[in-house]
């Protein structure tokens, strides 16, 4: 082995990565703890290579934000308001298919649709919407609702949830994006969201898509009130389920930013929490395909770099992105495919445009100047 570790703690841990063994909870907060950074990105990078090489994929998206308006008031959330708030809002289905006009071009092949739990709005609207953005744009792949907000409108349907879901998916639902999981651990998630659904209600969700043939996507919110002994935790739950469905397809780890949220005297992650947080999902999520590097979330610079710590997907152009922005984010919200492609590849990495569901992949040839 040419690299050596400072932490004596992290070499079983190499063993396992060479074997290809499974990590322990135990070895995950080992990573989660270790001083030896450095270390830990070279074990992510191993197992990152193992699985997906040198490429690392991207998509032309667009970010659908239907309301912000919320029956809940989540700690964390800088983006849910009351009807009452000066900057509420409620798209109607006209604005959104306009909006996505606007963006599409014949370029997008990802409308990613999350928002609020509209107190009024019912379930026909979002029917609608699915049903007017899938006669619009047939080729673009709709990846809408978090599990919440699933919960949410078999609610308003009045239905079981795997009910909901058939007639969701008919009227073009295509996958469920990860939002909503936070972190598992009752302890943390009565403080920060105490309204939303329990962490084993938010697995069963995203079970009982897979079982009707519906991909995931699933998150880790991070840098808040919860401890690395949850933070590991949270990811074993996600393995778990994983073994019994396989029907996620990436992870995301979510940084928190404070700002506009009630939680704002904490501080924003620092780009080594970022790194680590990326690192370690690799590296104890041995059975997801892909670890996705959120560039919104950490700055485009530290995504550039998460690529030799276990990222192997750097999200996409995405577009008029509010969630994150209203808790004070200051990137850019939209990234043009040439800007994407030399972030990869002056990380030495092969970009690859990918479709939602990583079916349909085609690598940029790159000309060298």
Request: hydrophobic share 40%.
């Amino acid at each position: 082995m040419l690299f050596e570790f400072e932490d004596e703690n992290l070499n079983p841990i190499y063993e396992k990565v060479c074997f290809q063994e499974r990590l322990s909870l135990e070895d995950g907060v080992t990573l989660w703890k270790t001083p030896d950074l450095l270390g830990v990105g070279y074990l992510a990078n191993q197992v990152r290579e193992q699985m997906n090489g040198d490429k690392t994929y991207f998509i032309h998206n667009r970010h659908i934000n239907p309301t912000n308006i919320c029956i809940h008031s989540c700690q964390f959330c800088a983006f849910g308001v009351k009807e009452d708030h000066p900057h509420a809002y409620e798209k109607s289905l006209d604005d959104i298919f306009s909006d996505a006009e606007k963006y599409n071009g014949g370029d997008v092949s990802e409308f990613h649709i999350v928002g609020g739990l509209h107190p009024d709005l019912p379930f026909e609207y979002y029917l609608d919407m699915l049903k007017g953005l899938k006669e619009r744009f047939p080729e673009v792949h709709i990846q809408a609702f978090t599990a919440i907000e699933l919960e949410y409108l078999a609610e308003l349907a009045k239905l079981p949830l795997d009910e909901t879901l058939l007639i969701l998916k008919d009227a073009g639902l295509g996958s469920i994006p990860g939002g909503g999981a936070e972190i598992f651990a009752k302890r943390v998630r009565k403080k920060i969201c105490g309204e939303k659904l329990i962490g084993e209600h938010w697995l069963t969700v995203h079970e009982t898509a897979h079982g009707l043939g519906l991909k995931s996507n699933a998150t880790m919110l991070y840098g808040h009130l919860e401890t690395v002994e949850e933070r590991a935790d949270h990811l074993v739950q996600l393995r778990e389920l994983q073994d019994r469905t396989n029907g996620f397809v990436t992870f995301i780890p979510l940084a928190f930013h404070p700002e506009n949220t009630v939680l704002e005297f904490l501080k924003t992650t620092p780009g080594q929490l970022d790194l680590r947080a990326l690192a370690v999902s690799r590296l104890m999520l041995d059975n997801f395909p892909h670890i996705k590097a959120f560039w919104i979330m950490i700055t485009p610079k530290i995504a550039q770099l998460a690529q030799s710590f276990g990222a192997d997907d750097m999200d996409g152009t995405v577009v008029e992105e509010k969630i994150i922005h209203a808790a004070g984010a200051a990137t850019d919200q939209i990234f043009h495919q040439d800007q994407i492609i030399n972030m990869i590849t002056e990380a030495g990495r092969n970009p690859v445009e990918r479709d939602t569901l990583y079916e349909k992949v085609e690598a940029i040839s790159v000309v060298s100047t």
